[in-house]
Nanobody
Framework: QVQLVESGGGLVQAGGSLRVSCAAS????????MGWFRQAPGKQREFVAA???????LYGDSVKGRFTISRGNANHTMYLQMNDLTPEDTAVYYC?????????????????WGQGTQVTVSS
């Protein structure tokens, strides 16, 4: 069993930066692939980025070149550094874990989810 807790969300102006974190419990964290998703009001959950235990990454088209995903297996934490934010990035950001250590952008391929952290970008 893995429990995920997001933190670091908040309000930022357009063009600014923010880093959100995901703290994971469970001894098998380092063997899981991890991902970030987001969901804006009235929209479906959208893939943002994913990372394997070895550090291979995958990004959604809307965030490529602006966001960076990383993880620290020693401290069971995953990060999402978000730069050059726009109002379109406003959403609840969710951390997710996948038992299979391979990259995926599909919501249904993730086994554990956090409660989410709100990111709001003002224009």
């Amino acid at each position: 069993q893995v429990q995920l807790v997001e933190s670091g969300g908040g309000l930022v102006q357009a063009g600014g930066s923010l880093r959100v974190s995901c703290a994971a419990s469970g001894r098998t964290f380092s063997s899981y692939a991890m991902g970030w998703f987001r969901q804006a009001p009235g929209k479906q959950r959208e893939f943002v980025a994913a990372v394997t235990w070895s550090g291979r990454t995958l990004y959604g088209d809307s965030v490529k070149g602006r966001f960076t995903i990383s993880r620290g297996n020693a401290n069971h934490t995953m990060y999402l550094q978000m730069n050059d934010l726009t109002p379109e990035d406003t959403a609840v950001y969710y951390c997710a874990a996948r038992k299979i250590n391979s990259l995926s952008s599909r919501v249904s391929n993730y086994d554990y989810w956090g409660q989410g952290t709100q990111v709001t970008v003002s224009s």
